[in-house]
Structure formats: structure tokens, C-alpha cells
């Protein structure tokens, strides 16, 4: 499966992962530097220690597996090899969204076909009974209500098709990554309804209350983090 070019990245949930509240940048960067090498390579590279010391540019391998065994706990071993739970999924996301539209086309493909096919069929009308006056002849039954189906079908924006038009449109009451999710989590339902326009959507978050920020976030973490040491320390 080849990938695509890039993939969902969300700030805010880097920023507030509690596990890399202490962390320094060399690990960070590791960590990012691994996540990217998975995606260009199908989602899995080898548990080697010399391979390990090639992303992490060390001279030394004790070195590089002493910063590396800080930060694998974040990753899945197995079978000697490396993956990424979250990179996994958004491999799988983009491939059923590119067999979607696949088939979407194929669909579309076979219902063009078979309109046509059924009017290449039809009989002609002898001469005696067609109309001297008639110029045209309606639309079939079939093409009139296919063009209100194409009309009235609701396809689900992309993540990247909603963070293009939010960059267009200057839009930054709420990020993409929220818009995306919340409606995503509603199947785009707006009330009972579902939605017809996505990017009239996208224009009325201007009027919306501004729902996340990066110092809530980190304070948010950092509670969390409070709060597993306070666990632990009356267990232990």
C-alpha cells in the first residue's frame, strides 16, 4: 500500500500528551523523526539497535539506545519489528477513504452506463403516432432522479480539505482538527438533518466560543500528570 504524502497531525495532542510533559527535544525529536520514518516505509521498520542508531545519528549505539529506551515505551514492538499505533490508523483511514471514492466512481461509472444503455434500447415511436408539434422529448424517469440523488448526496469532507478552506477563509475561532472531530463524531448530522453544505458550516464557526487553547491544554496536562503521581504514591 503506497502511502499518501502526509497525514493528520494534531498540535494539540502533542502539546498535551502528559508522558512528554519532561521530556527534552532530543527526545521529542526522536520520537517525531521515528514517527515519519514509519510513514514512509508502511508503518513498520526493524528492532534493530544498528537501525536505531541511524535515526538517532549517534556514533556511539550504547548512546543511541540509551535515549531510545526512554521513548519506545510510545511505540509497539513486535516481532522485531517497530510500529506506531496512531500512525497505523491513519495509514488505514486513508486507504478506506481511497477505496471509497474508488468505488464511488465505479458506481457513478456503471449508473451513467446503464442510462445510456437503456435509452440506446428504447423503440422508436413509429410516424403515425408521433406528435408533429413535439420538438424534444422529456428526460427519462431514471436520469431525472439521478441527478437529484447526485444533488442531495453528502460527501464528508477530507481533514485536509477542511484545513485548506479554513486557511482560505481565515478562519481561527476553532482549529480544523475541532471542526473535523466534532462533526465527524455526529456523522455530519446537523440536528436530525444531514449536512448539505459543510463549508457554510465552516463560515458560522466564527460566531462559536473559542474552545481550546494551548495554555489550557498544557494546564490540563499537567493536572493529569499531578494526579497519576498522587495514584501512585497511595498505592505504592
Not at 504524502?5 to 502533542?14: C, G, I, M, T, V
Request: charged share 30%; glycine share 4%; net charge positive.
Amino acid at each position: 500500500m503506497k502511502n499518501a504524502p502526509s497525514f493528520q497531525f494534531y498540535p494539540a495532542d502533542l502539546i498535551s500528551d502528559p508522558d512528554l510533559l519532561d521530556w527534552d527535544m532530543e527526545m521529542i525529536g526522536l520520537y517525531w523523526w521515528i514517527i515519519c520514518y514509519l510513514w514512509v516505509n508502511g508503518g513498520l521498520i526493524e528492532s534493530k539497535p544498528s537501525i536505531i542508531q541511524s535515526l538517532t545519528r549517534r556514533k556511539r549505539i550504547d548512546k543511541a539506545m540509551l535515549i531510545w529506551n526512554k521513548i519506545k515505551f510510545k511505540f509497539t514492538i513486535k516481532d522485531g519489528y517497530i510500529s506506531h499505533k496512531r500512525v497505523t490508523k491513519e495509514m488505514q483511514k486513508q486507504e478506506a477513504y481511497r477505496l471509497k471514492k474508488i468505488n464511488a466512481g465505479k458506481v457513478g461509472a456503471d449508473k451513467r452506463w446503464h442510462n445510456q444503455d437503456s435509452a440506446n434500447d428504447s423503440p422508436i415511436a413509429n410516424d403515425s403516432s408521433s406528435s408533429p408539434t413535439s420538438s424534444s422529448t422529456p428526460p427519462s424517469t431514471s436520469i431525472v432522479k439521478e441527478k437529484i440523488d447526485k444533488k442531495e448526496k453528502f460527501i464528508p469532507p477530507t481533514i485536509e480539505e477542511v484545513t485548506s478552506y479554513f486557511t482560505e477563509k481565515n478562519l481561527r475561532q476553532v482549529t480544523p482538527e475541532y471542526f473535523f472531530d466534532f462533526y465527524e463524531s455526529k456523522n455530519w448530522m446537523v440536528g436530525k438533518n444531514k449536512m448539505s453544505n459543510w463549508k457554510s458550516a465552516a463560515n458560522r464557526t466564527k460566531t462559536w466560543e473559542k474552545k481550546t487553547c494551548d495554555e489550557d491544554l498544557i494546564a490540563g496536562a499537567i493536572k493529569i500528570r499531578e494526579e497519576r503521581e498522587r495514584r501512585n504514591a497511595q498505592t505504592g
